[in-house]
């Protein structure tokens, strides 16, 4: 069994983070904020995904008024993301559930305070941001685009918040790759007890970023290391939280959702399996019960790996059988085969 890191614990809305809470999965709109139906429909989007929070993009004034529409209308505790302007971040903070800024761009310790001033007395928290592409002048002159430059600006700036009697913090230390992230969040985390937003920066495109966020996720999450978590993906809203929930249910961090057993495609296969195991996985994408289901090819090991599932298919040349628990249910020919398991399934769920 996994043992989490002890940290404290902070509320993102209704949301807890840290502590004994729920390791939570975020995404983030891509549309301009001040369009405010295209965000709304957006964060619906990640809602019925699944989503626990969101984050959005405050770039200008016009993306600042827009905020308190959007978090009126909102199903979703909403973050304001701050770069470069302070004065964005004092509006956002008068609305939103919470602000992440980059400690390296936000602009010196005066703009940070009045920023910390507002926060306090919203009782909102602050997510310290620092990516490796926009450390402060002085670390990466230092010590280059570094893990150790991450934590030393993390430090620098949890020291500054705390100074200011401002302990509502959580922290993200991203990289492009999965190696400088995973040194960084391990480096830090045994010098602090603030929760970790853990992420791959940058990630690219579906294939590339499920591989990283999975590979670096995985090893901090095993370790103990992680309280919320967004899998960044170019383009995409609902993979986001599919691909982060997906990660969390293979670690048994959470107890949700369909966890599909399929054989691997070889010369003993007597059925067209790949097509019956994509139509499981379209077909119970959406099911939140958490059910083991084995779609398996040929009789080698089809029966053993029925034995442990919720309901399975073992096929044989031409037909298959159908288990519940391990017992036999039915007998089906393959055109057959799909319709009976998914009949099946329905009455489960």
């Known amino acids: 069994m996994i043992k989490r890191y002890p940290t404290r614990k902070i509320k ?21 904020t001040k369009d405010i139906n295209e965000t709304l429909n957006q964060i619906n989007r990640l809602y019925f995904a699944g989503a626990d929070i969101v984050r959005v993009a405050v770039l200008d004034e016009e993306d600042a008024k827009a905020l308190k529409e959007v978090k009126k209308k909102s199903p979703l505790p909403i973050i304001a993301d701050i770069h470069f302007n302070y004065k964005l971040g004092l509006k956002a903070a008068e609305v939103v559930d919470g602000l992440r800024i980059n400690p390296g761009n936000i602009g010196g310790k005066e703009r940070v305070k009045e920023i910390v001033k507002v926060c306090k007395e919203r009782n909102i928290p602050i997510r310290i941001g620092v990516n490796a592409g926009s450390l402060e002048e002085n670390l990466e002159n230092k010590y280059g685009q570094t893990p150790k430059a991450m934590v030393e600006s993390a430090l620098w700036h949890i020291k500054f ?6 302990f509502d913090i959580k922290v993200s230390l991203k990289a492009s790759d999965v190696i400088r992230t995973v040194e960084a969040y391990e480096m830090l985390r045994p010098l602090v007890d603030y929760p970790f937003h853990l992420g791959v920066t940058e990630a690219g495109t579906k294939f590339h970023a499920t591989i ?16 919320t978590l967004r899998v960044s993906i170019t383009g995409e809203l609902e ?14 961090l959470i107890k949700e959702g369909v966890n599909i057993i399929s054989c691997p495609t070889c010369g003993r296969i007597e059925v067209d399996l790949p097509p019956i195991v994509e139509a499981v996985e379209e077909a119970t994408k959406n099911i939140k019960k958490p059910l083991n289901l084995s779609v398996m090819g040929c009789v080698v090991n089809a029966i053993g790996e029925a034995k442990e599932a919720d309901l399975a298919i073992a096929c044989g040349k031409g037909y298959g059988l159908i288990l519940k628990k391990g017992e036999i249910i039915g007998k089906f020919k393959e055109g057959e085969l799909l319709n009976e398991f998914l009949k099946e399934l329905q009455k489960m769920v």
Request: charge should be negative; hydrophobic fraction near 40%.
């Open 12 to 32: 993102v809305g209704n949301v807890e983070i840290g502590g004994d809470a729920p390791i939570s999965v975020q995404s983030m709109t891509y549309s301009k």
């Open 239 to 252: 993979e986001e939280i599919r691909v982060g929930k997906s990660i969390l249910k293979d670690l048994g």
């Open 161 to 166: 918040l705390e100074d200011l009697d401002f």
């Open 212 to 227: 990283k966020s999975a590979a670096a996720f995985g090893k901090l999450l095993l370790d103990g290391i992680g309280d």
